[in-house]
C-alpha cells in the first residue's frame, strides 16, 4: 500500500488504512505501507511501514510530501517480496510513484478513492475560483483513475459521481468496516469529569478533522439556534486541522465561547470512546465525506447521531434505527437537534438501536471483499502476461 497520509496523522484515509491492514493480517495476509516519515524521532518501529524522506506542504501543517525518487528506489527491494498487487490510497506523490513503482514490479493498481476533492480542492487554493477548482478536480479524478486496474470506492454516491465525470475504470463500491471489539466500552461519566462538564449538562459531540470541507460553520449555527430551546446545551469538538483557528473565531462571533468545548485530538483506545459516550447526541453535517466512519463510530457506542445524509453518509444511514437523518437547512437540522435533547425516551430507543445499525459493517467482512476483488485483479493481470507472453512466442515463431 502506498499512501500521502497515514498515523500519526489522524484523519479518515489513515484510520481506513490502518483497519483494512489489521483485518487483512487478522486473514493471515500480509502488506506493507509506504508512508511518509513524520519525525524521525518518533517512528514506531514497525518493519511492516516503510517510512519515505518527506518535507513540510505549504498551508498545510499536517501533511508532508513524500519524494517520489525514494518510492521508486524501492523496486529492487520489494521484487523480493513477493508481492501481489499494490495499494495506492492518495492522489498526490502516492498516486504517481504508485504506479510508476508498481509497473517496474509487473504489478496490478487498486486505488481507493478516499475523498470528494470537487468539494474540497478550493479550500486549499483560495487564489483559484471554484469553478476552476472544480474543473481541475474533476479532470484530475479521470486521468488518474484510467492508470489503475480498479476502483474502490466509500458509497454508491461517490461512485455514481465518478461514473458522471466520465470514469469507466472497474470499480467496486467498498466502505471500511469497524472493529466492534475496539469499538466498545468508554466512559462518558469520566469525559465529563475530566472537562468539568455536569452530569446532566445536555451535550453534543462532534469528532472529526477540524477542517472547512467538514461544515463545522453550519453545525455551530445551527447550536446558536438550539440555544433558543436548550440554554445550556455543549457542544464538544474532539480534534484538530487548518481551520481550528477560524472555527474558534466563528464560535466567539456567534456568542458561543461558553457553549463549545475544543479537545483536540484524543487517542483512539481510550479518551475518544470516552468523548463519544459522553455525547447526548452525536452531530454531523458534512457535505463532502465518502462515507462517514465517525458516525459508525458512535453508532457502535450506542450513541445516537443527528445528522444531514449526503454523499456518503447517506449510505451509513439508510435504514439506521438510531440516527435520526436532518434537513440540510439551519431550522430543520437544529429542530432535529432539540427534537433529541429535550426527549429522553427517544434518546433511550435511538441509543438501544444505535449498536445494530452498525453491526452490518465489520471490518472483517469488508476486509473480506477486498481480498476478493484483489485476487480478481491479480489473475487477471497474470492471464495478461501470460498473453502477452504467449503472442511474443508467436511472432518470434513467425520471424523465423
Known sequence: MVSDVSFPRVNGVSTSIETFRRSLAELGHESVLIAPDYCAS????????????????????EDRLMSARRIRALAPVLAAGGFDVLHVHTPFVAHYAGV???????????????TFFEEYLHHYVPLLPRAA?????????????????ALIVPSAQMLATLRGYGVTTRAEVLPTGIDPDRFCGGDGSRFRQTHGIAPDRPLL?????VAHEKNIDFVLEALALVRRDVPDVLLAIAGEGPALAHVRRRAAHLGLAAHVLFVGYLARDGALLDCYRAGDAFVFASRTETQGLVLLEALALGVPVVSTAVMGTADVL???????????????????IARVL????????????APGDAAGWTARAMAERLLTLYRSV???NLAASYSGGEAHEELVEHAD
Not at 517512528?43 to 517510512?51: F, L, N, T, Y
Not at 474533476?138 to 484510467?146: D, G, P
Not at 429535550?342 to 438501536?353: E, T
Open 378 to 380: 491479480t489473475a487477471a
Open 42 to 61: 518518533a517512528a514506531e518501529g514497525d518493519p511492516s511501514v516503510i517510512r519515505i524522506a518527506a518535507r513540510p506542504v505549504p498551508r498545510d501543517p
Open 205 to 209: 459531540v462532534h469528532i472529526s478533522r
Open 100 to 114: 510508476a513503482l508498481a509497473r517496474r514490479l509487473g504489478l496490478p493498481v487498486v486505488e481507493t478513492y478516499h
Open 342 to 353: 429535550k426527549d429522553p425516551a427517544l434518546r433511550a430507543r435511538l441509543a438501544a438501536a
Open 318 to 336: 439508510r435504514g439506521a434505527a438510531g440516527a435520526i437523518i436532518a434537513p440540510d437547512d439551519l431550522a430543520g437540522f437544529a429542530a432535529a
Open 133 to 149: 477548482t472544480r474543473w481541475l478536480a474533476r479532470r484530475l479524478s479521470v486521468s488518474q483513475c484510467r492508470d489503475v486496474a
